[in-house]
């Protein structure tokens, strides 16, 4: 089992699942989603960033599998982002050791780094609740709440409590603040979107960007998302992920291209030569690109 223990976190793999623990200070959004387990058949690649202090390991998810980053759709920073974890100079033999393990379980389970038809996580437990700005949004897996405070708009608060049920959403879309724009965390009803700004939505958050607890809005977002009917379509954009290169697992060549298959042996004999593959695992890599040939 491979295991990096460091104060942002603690990752460990067991060949099956990247299990990812949060550490005492992590940022509220990773803090509030807690343990995360991902299965290897869900990740599509991982890698360590190098610098002077230490470097970052960060997994990079299939797209679509976590509905946690289709809800954030690549907005979330490293801070808030629960696949990448800030590593210490003292450690970055670990956690190269890490990427490693995790690169020769995908290769030897011939994992694809496509995206999939459906979540492969569950998305964060329920209850949930989240935001800031003029109120807060909980969801228990059959109504959303959003609860508003002093600064909330009279619009808002002339009704009291907007109580949602969840076969009355047809989408959420989450947004954080940037720069001198506000964020929002809106829930579009199945009669059409609202056509007035957050700020008089009823069925939305206006976020400041005042405190970072601001971002686990994203996590009620995801809880709704993976309950909705047609998840799929409830977000416009396609999840983005940041970029990362998988050296150490060559590309799966399309079936017929035999040129394509023989560097492909050629790369798996360089890994094996180099230590970072066994012989069993050379075996058993080398038989699937036969069979393809």
């Known amino acids: 089992m491979a295991e990096i223990i460091q104060r942002d976190g603690t990752w460990t793999f067991d060949g099956d699942t990247v299990r990812i623990v949060p550490g005492g200070k992590a940022h509220p959004v990773r803090s509030a989603l807690g343990e995360v387990a991902v299965p290897v058949r869900a990740v599509a690649g991982i890698s360590f960033e190098p610098d002077r202090k230490g470097g970052r390991l960060r997994l990079r998810l299939r797209g679509g599998a976590c509905p946690v980053l289709r809800a954030a759709d690549g907005r979330l920073g490293d801070g808030a982002d629960p696949y990448a974890l800030t590593v ?120 400041w960007g005042i405190s970072k607890k601001e971002h686990t809005a994203v996590l009620v977002a995801a809880a709704v998302l993976v309950r909705l009917p047609a998840a799929g379509k409830a977000l416009d954009a396609p999840e983005a992920a940041p970029a990362v290169t998988r050296a150490a697992e060559p590309a799966a060549p399309p079936a017929g291209d035999h040129d394509a298959l023989l560097r492909r042996l050629r790369e798996l004999g360089e890994l094996h030569r180099a230590g970072v593959l066994t012989d069993d695992e050379f075996t058993t890599a080398k038989q699937a690109v036969l069979r393809m040939m």
């Open 88 to 207: 210490e100079k003292d450690r970055t033999g670990v956690a190269e050791y890490f990427v490693d393990e995790v690169r020769n379980a995908l290769l030897i389970e011939q994992v694809p780094d496509g995206p999939v038809d459906r979540f492969l996580l569950p998305g964060p437990a329920l209850p949930v609740s989240g935001g800031g700005g003029d109120g807060t949004a909980s969801f228990d897996g059959e109504t959303v709440r959003l609860t508003w405070n002093w600064k909330a708009e009279e619009s808002k608060t002339a009704g009291g409590p907007a109580v949602i049920p969840l076969a009355r959403i047809a989408a959420v879309r989450w947004m954080p603040s940037v720069g001198l724009e506000n964020g929002w965390l809106r829930f579009e009803p199945v009669e059409g979107p609202v056509p007035a700004p957050p700020k008089y939505d009823p069925y939305a958050l206006d976020l």
